[in-house]
C-alpha cells in the first residue's frame, strides 16, 4: 500500500472516531507498528492529525460563524467560480426540474444556463431575475428576504418546497468538512438547504478550493454519496466519501 493511501485510511479513521491507537491502525493496514509511527510523524508535522503517547488524535476545526455579505462573496474566487459553474449549466437536460440555491457561484451559473425545456425553482431574488430575463419557466420560493445574502428563508420558504420533487439541485455552501459535512452559519439558511437536498434526485455541491476543511455552524447535509463540483482538490480524503469532479 502506497503511503498517500496509507495516509487517507489514517485520516479516515481518525475523522470518524476522534482517536486511535497505533496497534489498531497496525492490524487495520497490514504494517509494522513503526511504520504507522512514521506515518504519524509526517501527517503531524503537516498539521493534518496530532501525535498522542502510543497513536494519534483528530484536530479539532474552529467553527465559523461570521457570514459575509453578498458584494464580498462576489469579489473572491472569481476564476474559480467562473469554471465551476459553466461546468454546472451543463449538466441540466431537457424536463429537468431544477432547484437552483441562492449564492454567488451558483449566481454565475444561471448565466451560462441555456436549457429553456427545464423548469426552475430558487430561493435567490437574483437568481430569478436573471433566469426570467433570459425567458426561463422560473418559480421563486415563497417566504422571508435575508438583505445579507438576498436568500429568501424562513419556515414558510421551507414549506412552499414540500410540494416539489427536483431531479437536480444545485447547492452552494460555505463550509466541507469530512466529519461535519456541509455547513452554513445560518438557521434558516440550512433549513431551506436540507429540505431541497431531501427532495432532489441528484445533488451537486458547487465549492471552490477555498471552502474545504472549514466548518459553520450548521450542517444541512452529509458528505456520504454527495456530488461535489470543485477548481481543485488539495485533500484526498474527500474522495473516500464524495464523488469530487474537478474542473480545470
Known amino acids: 500500500m502506497l503511503q498517500e493511501e496509507r495516509f487517507n485510511k489514517i485520516l479516515a479513521?481518525?475523522?470518524?472516531?476522534?482517536?486511535?491507537?497505533?496497534?489498531?491502525?497496525?492490524?487495520?493496514?497490514?504494517?509494522?507498528?513503526?511504520?504507522?509511527?512514521?506515518?504519524i510523524n509526517e501527517l503531524d508535522d503537516m498539521g493534518r492529525l496530532r501525535k498522542v503517547f502510543g497513536g494519534a488524535m483528530r484536530i479539532e476545526k474552529d467553527v465559523n460563524t461570521l457570514e459575509e455579505d453578498i458584494i464580498t462573496k462576489s469579489s473572491v474566487h472569481v476564476d474559480e467560480k467562473e469554471l465551476i459553474a459553466r461546468y454546472a449549466a451543463g449538466l441540466i437536460d431537457d424536463n429537468d426540474s431544477v432547484f437552483i440555491d441562492a449564492g454567488t457561484t451558483t449566481e454565475?451559473?444561471?448565466?451560462?444556463?441555456?436549457?429553456?425545456?427545464?423548469?426552475?425553482?430558487?430561493?435567490?431574488?437574483?437568481?430569478?431575475?436573471?433566469?426570467?430575463?433570459?425567458?426561463?419557466?422560473?418559480?421563486?420560493v415563497c417566504g422571508r428576504v435575508k438583505g445579507k445574502t438576498l436568500s429568501v428563508i424562513g419556515a414558510r420558504a421551507v414549506k412552499?418546497?414540500?410540494?416539489?420533487?427536483?431531479?437536480?439541485?444545485?447547492?452552494?455552501?460555505?463550509?466541507?468538512?469530512?466529519?461535519?459535512?456541509?455547513?452554513?452559519?445560518?438557521?434558516?439558511?440550512?433549513?431551506?438547504?436540507?429540505?431541497?437536498?431531501?427532495?432532489?434526485?441528484?445533488?451537486?455541491?458547487?465549492?471552490?478550493?477555498?471552502?474545504?476543511?472549514?466548518?459553520?455552524?450548521?450542517?444541512?447535509?452529509?458528505?456520504?454519496?454527495?456530488?461535489?463540483?470543485t477548481d481543485t482538490l488539495n485533500n484526498d480524503l474527500y474522495r473516500e466519501y464524495a464523488v469530487i469532479k474537478e474542473v480545470k
Do not use: W
Not at 444561471?110 to 422560473?138: C, F, P, R, S, W
Open 13 to 39: 479513521e481518525l475523522s470518524e472516531k476522534g482517536a486511535v491507537k497505533n496497534i489498531r491502525l497496525a492490524e487495520m493496514l497490514n504494517v509494522s507498528e513503526s511504520t504507522i509511527r512514521r506515518d
Open 108 to 140: 454565475k451559473m444561471v448565466e451560462h444556463i441555456e436549457n429553456h425545456t427545464a423548469t426552475y425553482m430558487t430561493n435567490g431574488i437574483i437568481h430569478a431575475q436573471k433566469l426570467a430575463q433570459k425567458g426561463m419557466d422560473v418559480s421563486v
Open 160 to 229: 412552499s418546497i414540500q410540494s416539489y420533487n427536483f431531479t437536480k439541485c444545485f447547492m452552494g455552501v460555505n463550509g466541507i468538512d469530512v466529519s461535519k459535512g456541509f455547513t452554513t452559519p445560518d438557521l434558516d439558511e440550512a433549513m431551506i438547504k436540507e429540505e431541497v437536498v431531501k427532495r432532489s434526485h441528484t445533488s451537486y455541491i458547487l465549492a471552490d478550493s477555498s471552502k474545504f476543511d472549514q466548518i459553520f455552524a450548521v450542517t444541512f447535509a452529509k458528505l456520504k454519496g454527495s456530488c461535489i463540483i
